[in-house]
């Protein structure tokens, strides 16, 4: 028996064997945030074979030069099959890249350039009274004040860019809110705001208590503003545990000091107690979604969606981030979206996976977070600030627990706060749920499971947060006749969803900006209560309505 002697695999492939392809943005395409999100595919040439690595299983190189060709970064990303996805902070202007993989290189071109506009969102990291600033985290991880607001400002930035891409995938453009340093480079990327509300109260107050005495503390600061939206993080949220491992959310809950998730109006804030999760750098951003560190939750909250890892938290913490800005920008509940339940897989949007590798659930897990207990506790209040003085609400403290992210059905009735509202632009938010055909629709064409409904997707793209500032015209009003069921905008309507009483949305339109639209007959059906609709200006109505 002869033995062949195995030929020595080449370092490198034959010159200009592949072709790398960009697939979401185009070259030198000019965006408004500066986290640029980029990806796409490499192949080979003529089907031949990469002979340094057959499978593209390799790394892509990401070099990025100033506009005098100097190297300002370089950065390796995970090719897995033939897809690469990359994340790039950007400086003001044109912003040159070069890819490279096995030889062959390719040039492209991101020119980053902040929309004109007085509306943005301020990153805020919120110390109270008596407390030193440091946030919860195991042993070895950094959690000083510099680290929560490195995290905060990467979490934020994510969040800007992933809102971009979905409105992309939806067909209106990367459009995105602005944050505080895009429009004030003087201004820090995450500012830290001392609160005079002592750490011991703090601890001790519902969510709805915290975000109500916070958003009033910060709308009568100097930093208080109509033009200005808040997200906002409490650096005191403390886990305590009691020997036993939590079986369910409301027991991990019910550990919970200081802990909050609410949007509404000009505040979305959040606890804390999986800030740790989160990474300090872009660098960071995808080996922490990938982190399968169990959670040990005799020290730590998991708030991951059942899934037990660091990575589980840091998914659905972020998502859940910009789940609650959402109603900051108006937005209801939606089934199964953004919005609904779907904010828990937003590792799948910024990592590359196998159609089989998305962190399953064991049958056994499956069957408990989408139980009907747990579906009939996953409930969620939404708030509406501004600056006012007099605030009062009603509500139950909200208890959310996640269900089966791979089977979702509706949330269950949603419970309402009712507050005073008496800003320039008030509006009471509402909660709602997009149709399930709406849903279905959108959901198959995202493979990631991330999605805004059409509904969403269109009330943000015509939400004034979302657009560049154009003069105010005072005669252009959206109206709402309720003898003739009718509504009118000289700018257009575009969106119109009916509501139930218990907030979920019957019935949406997308009516392609009609100067006129009148209800159709029998759609106001015995379940419906209410009206909200939007104009290409990004005026809004929201109706009581009777059958």
């Known amino acids: ?41 490499i192949h080979t040439k003529n089907q031949n074979i990469c002979h340094f690595n057959e499978n593209l299983e390799g790394k892509l190189v990401l070099h990025h030069l100033n506009p005098n060709d100097s190297l300002m970064s370089v950065s390796d990303w995970v090719i897995l099959g033939t897809e690469f996805k990359c994340l790039i902070n950007l400086h003001r202007g044109d912003n040159d890249l070069i890819f490279e993989y096995c030889g062959t290189k390719l040039k492209w071109s991101i020119r980053y350039c902040p929309r004109r506009t007085v ?28 680290s929560a607001c490195r995290r905060i400002a990467v979490g934020c930035k994510l969040i800007q860019c992933l809102t971009a891409e979905k409105l992309d995938e939806s067909g209106f453009g990367r459009k995105t809110f602005q944050l505080e340093n895009d429009l004030n480079t003087q201004a820090a990327e995450c500012t830290v705001f001392h609160s005079q509300l002592p750490v011991e109260q703090a601890r001790r107050l519902s969510p709805e208590e915290l975000w109500e005495h916070l958003g009033r503390e910060l709308m009568m600061s100097p930093l208080g503003n109509n033009n200005r939206k808040f997200v906002a993080f409490l650096s005191c949220t403390r886990y305590i545990p009691n020997g036993k491992k939590p079986g369910t959310y409301e027991e991990i809950l019910s550990l919970m000091e200081g802990h909050v998730a609410l949007g509404g109006g000009g ?13 300090r750098c872009v660098e960071e951003v995808v080996p922490r979604f990938l982190n399968v560190t169990p959670v040990d939750t005799q020290c730590l909250m998991d708030d991951s969606c059942f899934r037990g890892t660091y990575g589980g938290c840091f998914s659905t913490t972020l998502g859940s981030v910009c789940h609650e800005l959402g109603h900051t920008f108006d937005l209801g509940h939606t089934e199964g979206s953004i919005m609904g339940r779907g904010f828990d897989n937003l590792n799948l949007f910024f990592t590359v996976h196998t159609k089989n590798d998305n962190e399953k659930l064991d049958k056994e897990t499956n069957k408990r977070v989408s139980s009907a207990a747990s579906k009939a506790s996953a409930h969620h209040a939404t708030v509406s600030f501004t600056k006012v003085l007099n605030v009062s609400y009603r509500a139950p403290s909200p208890i959310r627990k996640p269900i089966n992210k791979f089977n979702r059905t509706p949330d269950s009735p949603k419970r309402k706060l009712s507050f005073t509202d008496l800003s320039i632009r ?52 959206l109206t709402f006749d309720n003898a003739t069921k009718t509504l009118s905008s000289s700018a257009g309507v575009c969106v119109v969803e009916l509501r139930d ?9 997308q009516p392609q900006r009609c100067s006129s639209f009148q209800l159709p007959p029998g759609s106001i059906g015995r379940q419906v209560t209410s009206l909200v609709a939007e104009d290409s200006v990004g005026n809004f109505v929201k109706h009581t309505l009777s059958a």
């Not at 490198?12 to 999100?37: K, P, Q, W």
């Not at 279905?440 to 793209?461: F, H, M, P, R, V």
């Not at 009483?501 to 339109?509: A, H, K, N, Q, R």
Request: glycine share 6%.
């Open 1 to 41: 028996m002869v033995l062949l002697k195995t030929p020595k695999i080449p370092q490198t492939c034959m010159v200009d064997n592949h072709v790398i392809s960009i697939t979401n943005i185009r070259n030198g395409e000019s965006i408004c945030y500066s986290l640029a999100f980029i990806k796409g595919h």
């Open 119 to 146: 509306f943005r969102v301020m990153p805020i990291y919120i110390i109270c009274k008596g407390h030193n600033g440091e946030f919860q985290a195991p042993n070895g991880e950094e959690n000083t004040i510099q």
């Open 267 to 279: 505040l979305a804030i959040f606890g804390t107690g999986c800030l740790h999760t989160w990474p």
């Open 426 to 477: 008030s509006s009471q938010e509402s909660i709602a749920s997009d149709t399930v055909d709406e849903s279905q629709t959108i959901s198959e064409l995202s493979e990631d499971l991330t999605y805004w409904t059409k509904s969403c997707a269109t009330i943000l793209a015509f939400h004034r947060w979302f657009n560049s500032e154009a003069p105010q015209n005072k005669s252009i009003n």
């Open 501 to 509: 009483s218990s907030g979920l949305v019957v019935t949406t339109w």
